[in-house]
């Protein structure tokens, strides 16, 4: 047990930021608390894999409990955090307040739907493990109902699938689609050819995987072609309704949409009382401290901070774990007497994957395409997995799915019915006339 006077830390968020600051203080004498409204970690970088039922859940994820087993000074508790008294160093769940010496706050993002709340319920995005198993409930209860209308002799829907933004999350969601309706499924209907679902990714801007280097952003929309996808860059949406998605004019009828275009930085950030930028991001001071509270650090992508070159660093998992180890360090080394050095971010390079041996990766001035780029891209995430039953479970999966094209966690849980899905017409009612069905090429807003 800490004495009276173990400093306490208290960390909110297990992701990877929260989680590199716990395990960096873990052997060492200070009392941490990690305060997460989950119970265990999630690794978000293969949530797609879930999404689309190549993983289950429990593959991806840890308990936070389980992850410090053994270290009897780490504290976890399943607790919403609300606000904060930074006068008081006082942490405010719904039930109490927890005092801190220390505080990190690394509570992440969530989607950002750019002021149209109201279009989650129809285009759900991906950021937990619910999300996940949202998506692919939609995702596969499609074909379901498809193969049911069709057998039924009555006019079919068609099965669009719509992604709304090309970055990362959503080139991997709309190549994996393209994998399973063209090799996963594709001859297990009887009714219906999973393999003639149109997957359309559409993007506001002028090309896929913005943040990448225009020729890796060409690469990637050139694979994106060759599983399948049929990409729009310059289309911005303009309204999603129940089954259906609009481009100024043009609407087009999906009955599984995806959100993949923006996030915004927790609204814990705001509660700090200290500036925070246009995405809520809060400006954290070079040593990821907030200003006027050295105790208080913030990392992550709730925070906001500039390299030495001035661009500002990116919402990736890498960045929050350099973040998380280095104030992990700060506070190990203030505790010894030593001064704060500031925080300098290692960018070793990004990867994205797009489908099966398809993937682009930069690391400095080398830029790698295909097969090459795929497996460095597999081999970084078995790595830095949470967990060594993870990390071989997720091996093996892989590798039979490579065989043999199957993915093992095809469930549907839950609801059967799809928002705007049009159900049971007789056999004599034609189809419902819809809109043309090309999207336009240029903005449309
Ligand atoms: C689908 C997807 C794919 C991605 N792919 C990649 C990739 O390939 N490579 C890459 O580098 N990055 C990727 N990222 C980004 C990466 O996951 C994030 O940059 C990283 O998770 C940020 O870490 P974090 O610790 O700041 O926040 P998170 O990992 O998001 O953790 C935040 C934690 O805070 C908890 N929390 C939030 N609010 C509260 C509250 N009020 N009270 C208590 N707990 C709270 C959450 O439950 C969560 O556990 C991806 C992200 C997503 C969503």
């Given amino acids: 047990m800490a004495s009276k006077s173990t400093p306490r830390v208290v960390i909110v968020g297990a992701g990877f930021g929260g989680l590199n600051v716990a395990r960096g203080l873990a052997r060492h004498s200070v009392q941490i608390t990690i305060v997460d409204q989950k119970n265990h970690h999630t690794f978000q970088p293969l949530l797609y894999q879930v999404a689309t039922a190549g993983l289950s859940p429990g593959e991806i994820a840890a ?15 399943l607790e919403e955090v609300r606000d904060f008294d930074l006068d008081r160093r006082l942490v405010r769940t719904a039930e109490q307040d927890i005092a801190y010496d220390y505080l990190v706050v690394a509570a ?43 057998l039924s002799g009555v006019a079919t829907e068609e099965l669009n699938f719509v992604v709304v933004g090309a970055g990362p999350t959503g080139v991997e ?23 003639r679902a149109r997957i359309l990714l559409l993007e506001g801007g002028p090309r896929v995987l913005p943040a990448y280097p225009e020729d890796l952003s ?20 303009t309204q999603i309704e129940p089954g259906a998605v609009r481009a100024g004019e043009t609407r ?23 500036p925070c930028d246009r995405a809520g991001r809060v400006f954290v001071q070079p040593d990821l401290s907030i200003p006027g509270h050295p105790e208080v650090f913030v990392i992550g992508d709730l925070a906001s901070l500039k390299d030495h070159d001035g661009k500002q660093l990116p919402g990736l998992a890498p960045v929050a774990m350099q973040e998380g180890k280095y104030v992990a360090q700060l506070i190990r080394r203030e505790l010894a007497g030593q001064p704060r050095e500031d925080f300098r971010y290692w960018d070793k390079g990004s990867l994205a994957t797009i489908g099966r041996s398809a993937a682009v990766a ?39 799915s490579y065989l043999t094209y199957e993915r093992g966690a095809r469930l549907i849980t839950g609801d ?21 069905e090309k999207l336009p090429t240029k903005a449309a807003s």
Avoid: C
């Fill in 416 to 436: 059967t019915t799809l928002p705007g899905w049009r159900g049971m017409y007789p056999a004599e009612t034609p189809v419902p006339p819809r809109a043309e």
């Fill in 108 to 150: 992440g993002a969530t989607h950002a739907y750019f002021g149209h709340d109201e279009w989650e319920p129809y285009a759900p995005g991906l950021k937990t493990i619910e999300d996940a198993l949202e998506i692919r409930r939609r995702v596969l209860l499609a074909f379901e109902l498809a193969e049911r209308q069709s």
């Fill in 252 to 274: 087009m009828v999906a009955p599984v949409i995806l959100w993949a275009a923006g996030v915004a930085a927790s609204p814990l950030g705001k509660k700090l009382g200290v």
């Fill in 63 to 77: 308990p936070i409990r389980s992850v410090f087993r053994n270290d009897p000074n780490v504290i976890s508790l």
């Fill in 362 to 400: 930069q690391f400095g001035k080398l830029h790698i395409s295909g097969f090459i780029a795929w497996l460095a891209w597999l081999f970084v995430h078995i790595f830095f997995l949470i967990g060594f039953r993870n990390r071989v479970l997720v091996f093996i999966q892989w590798a039979w």
């Fill in 173 to 195: 969601l709309a190549g994996t689609l393209a994998e399973i309706t063209r090799h996963v499924l594709a001859h297990e209907f009887r009714s219906i050819d999973p393999s």
């Fill in 218 to 237: 060409r690469s990637a929309e050139q694979q994106l072609h060759q599983l399948g996808v049929e990409v729009r860059t310059q289309t911005m949406v």
